[in-house]
Structure formats: C-alpha cells, structure tokens
C-alpha cells in the first residue's frame, strides 16, 4: 500500500489531482491519502517527482521493530498484572500463535490471489 514520507512531499498536488479514485488529498502543503478509498492503481508512485509516495514494503523494518515492542510491552504487562514473572512466557507463546496465524492467513490469501492471475 502506498504511503507519503511528509520528509520529501513538496505539496505540489500532482498525485492528487492525477488519482483516478481521489483518495489523495492535500493538506498543510503534504499529500494524504485515504486507504479507504485508494485501489493501489500505482499511479501515485510513478509520479511524484520527489518519489514521496512510497511502497509499503519500505516499511517492513519499522512494522517488525513494533511487533517485538508490543510483544514486549505486553509480555510486561501480564507478568505486572497476573502477578507471576512466568506469564511473561505464556504470554510470548501466545503472541508467537497470533503471528503464526497472520502469517497463515497471508500465506493462504496469497496463494488464492496469485490464482486470479489466470482469470
């Protein structure tokens, strides 16, 4: 999904004005876009000419890197609130079932989507 590094949006609103869908918006001067609306058309990306308008996989890092402080922050909170340093692993193994799940069901999707390529 598309994403705007406000660092390097210039406010020039080409993206929004050339979004077949106007998910974009433009507001204080950086482009906003609705992921709502937004249909990942690509169109963003190959014209903004200060490349602001950014892939989400250039975001993987920073998705990984606040998994493992939630993990930790809610590994914290159950040994606080259940009283007993060993929820900490019990809560761990059930965070590594929950990943294991989003990672099941991104691995099915994928596979039925790529399937839409002989449609």
């Excluded at 020039?12 to 990942?40: F, H, L, T, W, Y």
């Excluded at 998705?63 to 609130?81: F, K, P, Q, S, W």
């Amino acid at each position: 999904m598309p994403w705007v590094d406000n660092d390097d949006c210039v406010g020039c609103g080409i993206c929004a004005d050339q979004c077949p869908v106007d998910a974009i918006r433009m507001e204080d001067n950086k482009a906003i876009i609705d992921m709502d609306s937004c249909i990942r058309c690509g169109i963003c990306h190959g014209i903004c000419p200060k490349n602001a308008v950014k892939h989400d996989s250039e975001k993987i890092h920073d998705e990984v890197e606040a998994n493992v402080a939630y993990t930790r922050e809610l590994m914290r909170a159950c040994a606080e609130h259940l009283g007993d340093e060993s929820e900490k692993q019990k809560c761990l193994n059930r965070l590594i079932k929950h990943f294991k799940k989003d990672k099941l069901v991104a691995e099915k999707t994928l596979e039925k989507i790529e399937a839409l390529k002989g449609e």
